[in-house]
């Protein structure tokens, strides 16, 4: 069964990563829309437009799953693509909430993430109904995705930038912190000397990849073969190569659609 | 004579604000491509698309005469739709070499904008064929638009990166900086203090004004009526209205479309 990612650009490819780390074998098909991304800036009707294109690209590709690796996307347009494709729907929102869960003593949950994913108020409804006790502290950070594009990883503005993001969430006394958006995990270190060593952190990207291939095993899925997996995207500007470079730790063939 | 004006997004707003300072009773139409933007980290290609489109609805709005006032989109479609269009184009680059020229002592000339305008070496090529002896020393900023939208224009994180954008452009001793992008204006007041005083600034969303108050003048097409003014955009995100707020000083109502 081959694997359908899609993202609004390359964060997406985190997510990839992991997949490919759990599930060697398993032949990906990965969509990055990078003619329209970011997606974290734009309205929810715009968002399930491009949602439903990029899964139904994916599905003409050949794809038997479908992943929502973005966090906007997957806010936004998870209940409409589940029921409308006959395909599993997989994304990053729920297993890392289902973690979240898991982890958490204080029952107060930090979010981190775009405009359009915290503002969604997906992580407090999901949260609430299985644990209503518990509490949502959401805070947009819409510099992280372009420092992370900028390569500045290790910047000392980058740290300034994630210390004053985080310290709201600090003051909140949250035990938990998802990180959502596709982009964080480059940052992860950054983000968990920041928040404090007794803060977990959820790392979606992970939390999915472990999810679908929990499905595959369960349902005598996955493959043995040799298929390619293939890197689509809907532009290749300037910098696109290099930031693939930076989260695949290597050159990878992008074809433009 | 209706002006259009398209931008990715809603840092046109500078060019739209400064040609109704200059010009108060001429009607606007502004087109804002805010569910595909920014332009400024995608390909050539993807810009061309991008900017026809733009300009056809601007045209089937009505407007006698177009202005470009994304960067990113004037550096890479200008002499397509100069070609393909009846109407005057307007582009917030020529002005904006024309005065760098005027300024420019030394005929080194620093250029800071979006990774697309830098890269495409339209400034070098046009100030090349007017003055083969001055340089274009250009910078990509990429941090900056995310600054300016996130509303930090004073912040302290916003001034080391500022600083450390300009480095490498003192270093090369140049005399005149154009802001090549549509956001930069509001960090002007930095970004002169950062470079020194005796750096010219250039300010393309004034020279582009002053350009098209020219025009009118001289065909006789200032318009002495009261017709409403148009700002249209392709997505309203969950930020879209304040950052408006910021660049215009005051609410405006936006139609999407």
Not at 118 to 130: D, F, N, R
Not at 227 to 237: A, H, L, M
Request: charged fraction near 25%; charge should be positive; proline fraction near 5%.
């Amino acid at each position: 069964m081959k694997i359908g990612i899609f993202d609004s650009g390359v964060g997406g490819l985190t997510v990839a990563k992991e997949i490919k780390n759990l599930l060697p074998n398993q032949p990906i098909i990965y969509f990055g829309d990078t003619a329209r991304t970011p997606y974290g800036t734009k309205s929810r009707e715009t968002l399930l437009t491009y949602a439903k294109e990029d899964a139904s690209f994916l599905l003409a590709q050949g794809a038997g799953l479908i992943v929502i690796a973005c966090h906007s996307a997957a806010s936004t347009a998870t209940d409409v693509l589940k029921q409308s494709l006959d395909v599993p729907v997989f994304e990053v929102v729920t297993p890392s909430i289902n973690q979240a869960l898991a982890l958490t003593r204080s029952r107060r949950i930090g979010l981190i993430g775009t405009r359009a994913t915290v503002s969604s108020g997906i992580y407090e409804q999901k949260i609430g109904a299985l644990e209503p006790q518990a509490r949502v502290i959401g805070q947009p950070c819409p510099l992280l995705v372009p420092l992370v594009e900028e390569g500045w990883l290790n910047a000392r503005e980058t740290r300034m930038i994630v210390k004053k993001y985080l310290r709201p969430l600090k003051q909140q006394k949250i035990d938990t912190l998802v990180l959502g958006c596709t982009h964080y995990p480059l940052l992860k270190k950054m983000i968990q000397e920041k928040i404090g060593k007794r803060t977990a952190v959820v790392d979606p990207s992970l939390e999915v990849a472990r999810a679908v291939k929990k499905y595959l095993l369960e349902n005598g899925f996955v493959s043995n073969g040799r298929e390619q997996d293939k890197y689509f995207v809907s532009d290749i500007g300037p910098a696109t190569e290099d930031i693939v470079r930076r989260f695949m730790g290597r050159k990878i063939e992008l074809v433009k659609v």
